[in-house]
């Protein structure tokens, strides 16, 4: 089964609200973790990643914490854009540098 | 950044008729290639990974006579969905690296529907 499990959207929001957007994983280990987001009409880009446990990556007011203890790394955002609507994929390392992904969560901004 | 074009974007096809897509590393050179499925509300699923030169790797499940992959060059890779069907309806995505410790740089996808 899939080892990365992030929360279904699409989530809607409206400008300034505060954004998570759920993430767990199941893994042997203590692999990478890293969040991609993908804007209308093109690839997905590397948005915030963390190597190990406690790590937090940070990008574009993005944070995301890398909790060993739930397995988890929820992306969270103080205060969102219009622009920051896109689709969020969870993934983390798998073997031989593959990645592995979750389903990816649409996040819609309203004015 | 680095770009990775993919095209088309968008694809209809009828049954029976293979479909290729290509993906471009247009300001580096791609020494692996990525192919990635996702079907709706399911995961981005990586299909297989291949090396300039060398024969596709693919992941378990996938049929390599089904999903052809030529990675020729070290700019582009192509995927051939042969004889497709209904059930090959999918979104692909290609990505690809410079080498491994790099970053892994996405195509803007496939969306594919066979009718």
């Known amino acids: 089964g899939n080892s990365v499990t992030q929360m279904e959207g699409p989530v809607t929001l409206s400008e300034e609200a505060f954004l998570t957007i759920n993430c767990t994983y199941t893994a042997t280990g203590y692999p990478s973790l890293f969040w991609y987001v993908q804007y209308p009409g093109e690839g997905l880009q590397l948005l915030l990643k963390?190597?190990?446990?406690?790590d937090k990556g940070s990008n574009k007011g993005f944070e995301a914490t890398y909790r060993k203890e739930t397995t988890s790394f929820h992306l969270e955002k103080g205060s969102v854009q219009v622009s920051d609507s896109a689709v969020y994929f969870c993934?983390?390392?798998?073997?031989?540098?593959?990645?592995?992904f979750g389903t990816g969560t649409l996040l819609a901004v309203q004015p | 950044g680095a770009v990775v074009s993919q095209h088309p974007s968008r694809v209809i096809c009828k049954s029976g008729t293979s479909v290729k897509i290509e993906c471009r590393s247009l300001d580096f050179q791609a020494t692996t290639m990525f192919w990635y499925r996702q079907f709706p509300k399911q995961s981005l699923m990586l299909m297989a990974t291949?090396?300039?030169?060398?024969?596709?790797?693919?992941e378990q499940g996938v049929e390599k006579d089904k999903f052809l992959i030529n990675h020729a060059s070290l700019t582009l890779s192509t995927l051939t969905v042969a004889s497709a069907h209904p059930e090959d309806s999918s979104f692909y995505i290609c990505?690809?690296?410079?080498?491994?410790?790099?970053?892994?740089?996405f195509g803007s996808g496939t969306q594919l529907s066979v009718l």
């Open positions: 993934a983390r390392g798998g073997a031989t540098n593959k990645l592995i």
């Open positions: 963390a190597t190990k446990a406690d």
């Open positions: 291949s090396n300039e030169g060398s024969k596709a790797t693919y």
């Open positions: 990505s690809a690296r410079g080498s491994s410790n790099e970053k892994l740089f």
